[in-house]
T-cell receptor
Framework: QKEVEQNSGPLSVPEGAIASLNCTYS??????FFWYRQYSGKSPELIMS????GDKEDGRFTAQLNKASQYVSLLIRDSQPSDSATYLC?????????????FGAGTRLAVHP | GAVVSQHPSRVICKSGTSVKIECRSL??????MFWYRQFPKQSLMLMAT?????????EQGVEKDKFLINHASLTLSTLTVTSAHPEDSSFYIC?????????????FGPGTRLTVL
């Protein structure tokens, strides 16, 4: 079982709709979760972080965390073509005394006009 | 805040040469920096974790003698690809963890695209 799993997509949504991106993780002890956006040919950009169960909202983005179900999601409201990118879910892991991020393979989102 | 720079952004070199890539945290002190590699249409692969003033910790399968990492200060880490070969051609990305942030979020540099001829 992969440590962080995401549906590779592509997830295609019309402009103005809500895009829902999902992620599951295997380490029940994980405490910190992150969503990164990566445009083609560019490096990842941090868009959301979440540490507590429930929802966290920032503009058009809402991250949702359910530690009991080991599930984290990202909702993008009023999706725009500029949101078309690969979204990476990342979970912080502590290995050998160092914190590192375990990334999912990413979900490609396509927002069409 | 939390800006990370990388230099160069793009490099083309001949097989057998060495290439140095710099990663700098511009507006924060980074106790820990990370080096990733990404091949086309694949996810990020962590190569190594470096802490200021100590030896880097390499991930399994990454040759430490080929990918030399130096983290000499709280704002600078370097990755040197020694005796580069065409199979080393990839997108190399660093990230830095802000030690003053409670949850140590990682911020990524813009990446360096390496092409070895």
């Amino acid at each position: 079982q992969k440590e962080v799993e995401q549906n590779s997509g592509p997830l295609s949504v019309p402009e103005g709709a809500i895009a829902s991106l999902n992620c599951t993780y295997s380490d029940r002890g994980s405490q910190s979760f992150f969503w990164y956006r990566q445009y083609s040919g560019k490096s990842p950009e941090l868009i959301m972080s979440i540490y507590s169960n429930g929802d966290k909202e920032d503009g058009r983005f809402t991250a949702q965390l359910n530690k009991a179900s080991q599930y984290v999601s990202l909702l993008i409201r009023d999706s725009q073509p500029s949101d078309s990118a690969t979204y990476l879910c990342a979970v912080k892991a502590k290995t050998g005394g160092y914190n590192k991020l375990i990334f999912g393979a990413g979900t490609r989102l396509a927002v069409h006009p | 805040g939390a800006v990370v720079s990388q230099h160069p952004s793009r490099v083309i070199c001949k097989s057998g040469t060495s290439v140095k890539i710099e990663c700098r945290s511009l507006d924060f002190q980074a106790t820990t920096m990370f080096w990733y590699r990404q091949f086309p249409k694949q996810s990020l692969m962590l190569m190594a974790t470096s802490n200021e003033g100590s030896k880097a910790t390499y991930e399994q399968g990454v040759e430490k003698d080929k990918f030399l990492i130096n983290h000499a200060s709280l704002t600078l880490s370097t990755l040197t690809v020694t005796s580069a070969h065409p199979e080393d051609s990839s997108f190399y990305i660093c990230s830095a963890s802000d030690r003053d942030r409670l949850y140590n979020e990682q911020f990524f540099g813009p990446g360096t695209r390496l092409t070895v001829l």
